[in-house]
């Protein structure tokens, strides 16, 4: 659409709110009624609006990916908990410490796929990631190690939380909704690398699984690093047994160790399934 199709007949929002707020101060313009709509926090916080705020937390992210064209990206699950191995003498547990080498995986594996997204242009293979410690800031670390972009959704959560320092400020995004914050996590996978991590994690794993399986998206490849933590945590091949699952449902998860392992995976699976 060009400029002269763009020519607005009608003043833009943003004019009419700034002459609102120039607005004589009288009673009437006090009062919450005389807000605009579109302007008015407390009408949109209602309950009342939650299917359009919904929509707004569909739409915001949306538009921005569109904008900065970005087509393809490998997303990242895993625990807030893991620490860095400089700080694993702050691990809460023994476990956590060990699983400390998994901070350096996922950051050389995030640094990995973004260099081939900076020779994309940063607009395939863009690391995803919850935007908060632990395994979320080892992927959006190696993506900044490797001078590329990376997006971070993060969510509103009952204890103070804030995004990682290494994400792409303008790929920052804060969540309300866990459903529609999950749903940007998966519109543009094309893999999906899943670390040690607790019941989000879980969830989110269970959620992709689920999706596949049942046919409602495209089979990617579901990447667990480190075979011995998910095989002493979740029995998958007791679910095949039971029947509860096919035992072919097992080939969507692969199990690898190391980021140069996942990195051959995904090579592989796209030269056998196209990119």
Known sequence: MNDQTRRRRFPDARTDVQKWQKSPDTPQTRSPTYRLAFADPDFLCRDELRPVRLQLELLKPEMAFEEMGIESTIVMFGGARIPEPAKKESARTPTLAALSKYYDEAREFARLCTLKSVQQECRQNVIITGGGPGVMEAG???A????????????????????NQYGTPELSFNFHYFAIRKMHFLMRAKAIAVFPGGFGTL??????LTLIQTGRMDRIPILLFGREFWE?????????????????DLDLLTFVDTAQE????????EEQNGP
């Open 140 to 142: 959006n670390r190696g």
């Open 232 to 248: 002493s945590i979740i029995n998958f091949k007791a679910l095949a047994d039971a029947g509860t699952i096919a035992h072919q």
């Open 144 to 163: 900044f190690d490797a001078g590329g972009r990376s997006i971070s959704l993060n969510i509103v959560l009952p204890h103070e939380q804030a995004p």
């Open 262 to 269: 996942a990195v051959a995976h995904l090579d592989a699976f």
């Open 203 to 208: 969830d989110e794993l269970f959620e992709s």
